[in-house]
Structure formats: C-alpha cells, structure tokens
C-alpha cells in the first residue's frame, strides 16, 4: 500500500468559501429569479459528455454535468469539483480522491463511488473520443465508502487537470445504463442545472437543478437565475440584433466587424479575454495532393494572414506560430512560416501538382470564415494550387471531418483543461482514436516526444518536449493556422458574474440578473 502525499485539501469548505469571499460585498445585491437567454453560433449535438467533442456540445455539458476537478473562475487553473480533496503517491503511480458528502443527482439519489468508477471507465474507453488522455490509466477502483483511487502503467502528470475535462463528468450509473439514449437528451448528472427540454439545432432550456451542492454569496443554493435557455442562432447578425433589441441578454462569438458597433451600444457590455482557442483549416493527410508534405507547407507560405486579421479579425488577436492554441507550455521560439508566394510557387512545382481542385469547407452562414476562405483562395491560386470553396450546416461539416470525408475545413479547436496534453496529443498522437484529430497526420517521433511529456512532472522539462513538439508538427505542414483568437461576446449590462473561461465555455452557476 503506498503512502499519499496531499497535493490540494481546500475543497471542504469550498462552496461555502466562495460565499465568505464576496458576502459582504453582494449578498445584499443578489436578485435571484429570472431566465437568462444566450444566442449561440454552435449548435449542441448531443448532451451526453462521453460522446461528443464538438464544442456546441461541450459548453452545454458543464453547465449540466461536473467532474471531480474543475476549472477555476479563469478556466487557467483547478479547484475542487465533486472531490473535495485529492492525494498523490509519491512515487507518483496512483491517486485518491474523496467525494464531497452530500452531493444529490439531479433526480435525487446520492453520488457515490459507484458512480465515479462508472463514469471514469466510460471516459477511459480507449475506443471513446478521449479515451486517450486516460491511455496512463491502469485501475479504478473504491478504496472507502467516499474514497476512489486511480493508479497508473506510468507517472500522469497531467491527471489533475484530465480529471476536470469535461468528458470526465461523473453521471448517474443507473440512469445511464437504464438507456444511454435518452440519457443523451436528459442527462442525470449533478450540475447547476438539469435539462427541461432538448431541440436539436434549435435550443436547450435549462432549469435549476434543486438539488444543486455549491452555495451562492447569500448563503442559498446556486444557481441564482431559475432558468437558461442556450438558443442556437448561427447568423451572426442575427445574434447581434437580438442582443440589441433584447430578445437575448448574452451574444456570443461577436462578429469582430460589428464589435466596436456592439460597444458602443446603450446598455450593453463588450467581452475580450484571452483564450485556449486556435482558428485555423483543417487538413486531411489522407487526401491527394495534402498527402503531401510540400503541398500543405505551400498552403501555409500562400497564406496572407495579415489580410486576413485586418479584413476578417480587425486586429483581434494574433497571428499563430503552432499548430495548437496558446495553452501552458506553448513555446515563442518556434519561428512563423513567412507570407512568401515564390516559395510556395516553388513547393507546388516540386510537388508535382496535377491542377486536381482542393475543396475547402465552410459553415453555412459564417461570414468570417467564408472570408478567410476566399483570402486563402487567393494566395493559394497565386501559388498554383486550385481550390473550391463548398458550405454545408455546421452539424454536416464537422461530421463529415470526424468521417474523414473532406479534405480542408475553416474551423476552431480550444483546449478543455488548463495542461498541453490534450489538444498536443488528440491532434498530433497517430495512435489515437481520432486520428489526430480527423488529420490522418502521423509522426513517430512526435508520439514518442509525447508520451515523454505525459510521463514527467518535470514542468522545465516538459515545456522543452512540447516545444518541439511544436516545432515538428507545426513545420510538417499540419494544418493552416490563422489566429490566436480571442473570446469577443456581447451581454446586457445587467448581467451579473458573467465570464467566459480560457476554456471557451462560461459558468451560469452564478451568473444573476440585476433587473
């Protein structure tokens, strides 16, 4: 049996301890009641967090489901979940975890290790979409009637942040295996709020979930608004319209065209803060020509991102130099691939290229990334390469991607936990089961450089390994990154705690009215 050594004992106290911090400033000011409604650029395909990895998903999934971790207010750190504390083995091969007492499902019945040990083997599945972030993972198991302990083939160091994924929510066993279905449209899980109804493509209204754990600053369950209605409205100025006439009291996903217009609106609030998220085109390495190395470096020495973060971004955000967001361990050494349309001229010549058309993606009704398409468009034919620009609903498109059926698509990622393992490996690790991220890309080395990282705590160590990590895929022509973007939303003033997280979603467990 190895000894544990305490990594974080805070959570005891922890919902309460939010109430001490900010009571004597608010408790006054709460108003509680009321219905939030948020207009989405993404619909949600699914409510059940072991399936998706589509963030229109996603974002509703944490304000339904929790995980033993979590993110904290920023999204770039961790605070207790439903443990309320955790433990290491100092040889690093294991972990407990103790379970918050008294936390209620939304249906009533008591969490309990059960539920833990159900709901992490479902998210270790090696075949699940991040099954291989758990790869390290050797047993779950009860180790006390509140107590789970996870040990390790190797040293993790980056479980804890793993355990806060949203796809690690801790769902009730028995309604999931009662009819995993339904419990895709009306999850059973223990978040601030439970689903009242479910559209596909239209919307998802929330109620607060009465059995709800974490205590609001006037000492009364959260959350303080009586329901969240996350409405899917993929037209941005339709988005930007209601925000202004009412219809919606959050806009997300600001048109950055109409942001300095939305900021000067009477009555509403604009939202910049940095985030994990990358905007950049996917490519299919398994389709001709991007099957080859100097076809996709030609896309990217063809691509003019300075036209387009002042014709499309309007200077928010900041030109990428890596094939993934700017998370913990993102390196500035790794130089940027030049706007330089001799070189790729040059590439395409060398590449062989028979004039084949390259079809690139976009979203039906997403006038940015149309733009940003027709920009590339431009340089790429300056090089020599021909390309079609096709649309299609966000749902098919990204189906398509997870099918391979494509071969480029202007699009986004975003981290999901504070640590570079996730998107470094689900993007770059061949042997993964998204084939690096729907990309078909494949690199030995970088498997290997990987896994070194995930198996050192050493944090100087493993910003050297992503580092080149970085450098290696980045300069495999991987995909075409185009923005470090920002999160740019638009709320009513009398929105209150609103923020969107590094991760990409926001927290309405605490978010009031103040009308």
Partial sequence: MPKYRTILMMGAAFGLSLGILAADVQAAEIKRGGTIT?????????????????????YNITQICESLISADATG????????????????GLSIELKLRDGVKFSNGNPLTVEDVIFSLNKVADPKGSFGF??????????????????????????????????????????????????????????????????????????????????????????????????????ESNSRVLGLQNGDFDVALAVPLNQAEAVKAMEGVVLEVIPSFRLDYVYLNHAKKPLDDKRIRLALNYAANRDAIMKAVYFGYGEI????????????????????????????????????????????????????????LQQGWKQAGLNVDIVEF??????????????????????????????????QADG??????????????????????????????????????????VYNDGYSVPVNFRPYVNGHRDYVQNWRNLSTGWWWLRDVWLNK
């Avoid at 801790?170 to 689903?195: H, L, R």
Wanted: charged content about 25%.
């Fill in 76 to 91: 770039a750190g961790l605070e207790p979940g439903l443990a309320e504390s955790w433990t290491s083995a100092p040889d």
């Fill in 393 to 426: 609903d966000v749902g098919t498109a990204f189906s398509m991607t997870q099918k391979g059926d494509y071969q480029a698509y202007v699009s986004y990622i975003t981290s999901d936990i504070n640590d570079d393992d996730e998107l470094a490996s689900i």
């Fill in 38 to 58: 948020v207009a989405r650029s993404d619909e949600a395909l699914t409510l059940d967090p072991f399936v998706p990895s589509d963030n229109g998903s996603i």
């Fill in 431 to 472: 042997t993964g089961a998204t084939a690096s991220f729907f990309s078909n890309y494949k690199n030995d080395e970088v498997t290997k450089l990987l896994a070194e990282a995930r198996q050192t705590s050493d944090k100087a160590k493993r910003a050297e390994l992503y580092g080149k990590v970085q450098e290696i």
């Fill in 133 to 234: 972030i758990f790869d390290p993972v050797k047993s779950i198991e009860k180790a006390g009637d509140n107590v789970v302990r996870l040990t390790f083939k190797q040293p993790y160091a980056a479980l804890d942040s793993a355990l806060s994924l949203f796809a690690a929510s801790i769902v009730s066993k028995a309604d999931y295996e009662k009819d995993p279905t339904a419990f895709g449209s009306k999850p059973v899980c223990t978040g601030p709020f439970t689903v009242e109804s479910y559209e596909r493509g239209t919307q998802a209204v929330l109620a607060a979930n009465p059995h709800y754990w974490r205590m609001g600053v006037d000492g009364k369950p959260l959350p303080y608004v009586d329901k969240a209605i996350l409405k899917y409205v993929p």
């Fill in 320 to 375: 990428p130099n890596s094939y993934m967001p700017k998370v913990t361990f993102w390196s500035d050494k790794v130089a940027k691939i030049p706007f330089d349309i001799e070189k790729a001229k040059q590439l395409v010549q060398e590449a062989g290229y028979d004039g084949t058309p390259i079809q690139v993606m976009v979203d039906t009704g997403d006038a940015p990334f149309r733009a940003i398409a027709t920009i």
